[in-house]
């Protein structure tokens, strides 16, 4: 937030209202400072581009590496839930008309084959990135 209102307060003060101003005629010739500036206003100028330009080479917002997503980092393990969630509902779907008794082994079978079917397919993908670098 310094940093914003000390180049803001830079920026005012190096563009005063004045040479903002453009008549009807475009200018060709160099612009010139009003005849209200002081002295004292182009030491004020002076020490806010100081401090302006201090700021933003002191507070440098230092940015951490991305860390990759937890998918990516254990994708066996992701490969196992995601597996397994749709094991069990492939598994419950089947046994549909099999009844309460067929239905939760039927989920459970499903989640089992799903979830190791899910983590072979998840260290499939490990071993290609490892092989590409990545």
């Known amino acids: ?3 914003i209102l000390a180049t803001f307060l830079a920026s005012l003060l190096l563009f005063p209202a004045v040479s903002l101003a453009q008549g009807s005629k475009v200018n060709d010739g160099p612009m010139t400072e009003s005849a209200g500036a002081t002295a004292s206003t182009g030491m004020l100028r002076e020490s806010a581009v100081r401090q302006a330009r201090l700021a933003v080479a002191t507070d440098a917002p230092i940015q951490a590496p991305k860390s990759p997503s937890w998918p990516s980092r254990y994708p066996t393990g992701f490969g196992a839930l995601v597996g397994a969630g749709i094991g069990a509902g492939v598994g419950l779907a089947g046994a ?17 084959v799903g979830g190791f079917s899910g983590s072979l397919v998840g260290l499939v993908l490990k071993i290609s990135r490892r092989d590409n670098g990545r």
């Open 1 to 3: 937030m310094k940093k």
């Open 96 to 112: 549909a008309n099999c009844g309460q008794e067929c239905g939760g082994k039927s989920a459970i079978r499903g989640a089992i």
